[in-house]
Every structure is written in structure tokens, then in C-alpha cells.
């Protein structure tokens, strides 16, 4: 079975403060997707993370994919109130030829000014 | 441009009664639909996904079902509701390029009472 986990579930930060949120997935996959979501909303894709040692940069936010480690990373540097939302990262799997598209548990970041 | 639309945005209904929410995707063949529930506070659960017309995979057991009477649209219903369905139900689809799937697009959801 496929599973995708991700860490911290919660995590409150100060305005100007790095971070970063971590997501392992159990089985092969050589690609990673984030997801935002604000509060009472739908998701809004973030990143597309095609390949082993992908990197993607968006403003504050990057995420990054070792698909050895079975790891993907978002960091935020100098976060602002603005990043306050739930990242969500997801995988599609468990095997090539299946369409499933599993969500990690989460991570509901609150960014203090 | 593709675009997905959800209805309807908010459903309150009582215990055993019955569900439709419909879900259509405009500007684009042959999507991979999904339906997912997420529990207030909490992750989202794949409850089925279609590769197809009349093709449906079921992932958690419960006593709703989903139908896919047409190319772009998915039906998620229910004979009679149980206050545990109460959650936000959120459609999504994904295509095939070149064998791969691709990033998931959303509905704006339904969000829906049990009382």
C-alpha cells in the first residue's frame, strides 16, 4: 500500500524564519507534486517534481525530490503571514500503469507576525 | 483552458437521506477523475478514481459509490448518509502525457453537513 507521510503535521513560525517540511512516500515514484491549501478552500497546485534531484523555486518556497531517499523537501525562507495555509504533498502510485493519487497527511503551517 | 466545476458549494442534509454531488471537466478528453473526502482538519482521502467511461476503482469501503455516465463527468452518491460523511468533498482530474500522470487539478469543493 502506498503511503505518504509527511512532517511536521503543525508547525508555527516566527515572520522571517526558515523551515522545512518534509514528505516520504513508501513506494517508486520518479515524480512528487505540492499542493497549497487555505483555510475553507481547494488545493492550488504548487510544485511539479519531475526527476531525482529536481528542484523548483517559487518566490520564498522550494521544494526539492531525491527519489533514492523516497524524500521530497519544501523549504521556506524568511516566511511571511501569507504563507500561512496547508502543504500537501502527493504521489502517484503504488506501481507504473496505476492512476492513484495519494495526498500526504499535511502540514498546516501558521506563520506569527 | 480546462476548468472543473463542482456542485453544489455547500449541502447540509439529515441522516439516511440520499446524495448526488456532480462533478464536470470542460476542455479536455479523456481525464482521470477523482473524488476525495477531507475531514475537518485532516488530510484528504481518495474515496474512487476512474480511469474511464464505466470504470470505476473504489478505495475505501463505505456506502457511497460513484459513477462516470459520460467522458467528463463524475457522480459521487449515496442511498442514505451517515453523520461520518460529513466532510469537504473536493473532484479532481489528471491526464496521461507521454505514460505519465499528470499534477492533479481541483474543483472548489462541497461542503457537506451531516445532521
Known amino acids: 500500500e502506498l503511503k505518504v507521510e509527511q512532517n511536521p503535521l503543525f508547525l508555527s513560525m516566527q515572520e522571517g524564519k526558515n523551515y522545512t517540511i518534509y514528505c516520504n512516500y513508501s513506494?517508486?515514484?520518479?515524480?512528487l507534486y505540492w499542493y497549497r491549501q487555505d483555510p475553507g478552500k481547494s488545493l492550488e497546485s504548487l510544485f511539479v517534481?519531475?526527476?531525482?534531484?529536481a528542484v523548483k523555486q517559487e518566490g520564498r518556497l522550494m521544494a526539492s525530490l531525491d527519489t533514492k531517499a523516497r524524500l521530497s523537501t519544501l523549504h521556506i525562507t524568511a516566511a511571511v503571514h501569507d504563507l500561512s495555509a496547508t502543504y500537501f504533498c502527493?504521489?502517484?502510485?503504488?506501481?507504473?500503469?496505476?492512476?492513484?493519487?495519494?495526498f500526504g497527511t499535511g502540514t498546516r503551517l501558521k506563520v506569527l507576525a | 483552458s480546462q476548468t472543473i466545476h463542482q456542485w453544489p458549494a455547500t449541502l447540509v442534509q439529515p441522516v439516511g437521506s440520499p446524495l448526488s454531488l456532480e462533478c464536470t471537466v470542460e476542455?479536455?478528453?479523456?481525464?482521470?477523475l477523482y473524488w476525495y473526502r477531507q475531514a475537518a482538519g485532516r488530510g484528504l482521502q481518495l474515496l474512487f478514481y476512474?480511469?474511464?467511461?464505466?470504470?470505476i476503482s473504489s478505495e475505501v469501503p463505505q456506502n457511497l459509490s460513484a459513477s462516470r455516465p459520460q467522458d467528463r463527468q463524475f457522480i459521487l452518491s449515496s442511498k442514505k448518509l451517515l453523520l461520518s460523511d460529513s466532510g469537504f468533498y473536493l473532484c479532481?482530474?489528471?491526464?496521461?502525457?507521454?505514460?505519465?500522470?499528470?499534477?492533479?487539478?481541483f474543483g472548489q469543493g462541497t461542503r457537506l453537513t451531516v445532521v
Open positions: 479532481a482530474w489528471t491526464l496521461i502525457l507521454r505514460g505519465r500522470v499528470t499534477e492533479a487539478f
Open positions: 513506494t517508486t515514484s520518479d515524480r
Open positions: 517534481l519531475l526527476s531525482n534531484g
Open positions: 502527493a504521489v502517484v502510485g503504488p506501481s507504473s500503469g496505476t492512476y492513484k493519487y495519494i
Open positions: 476542455g479536455t478528453s479523456n481525464p482521470n
Open positions: 476512474s480511469v474511464g467511461i464505466g470504470q
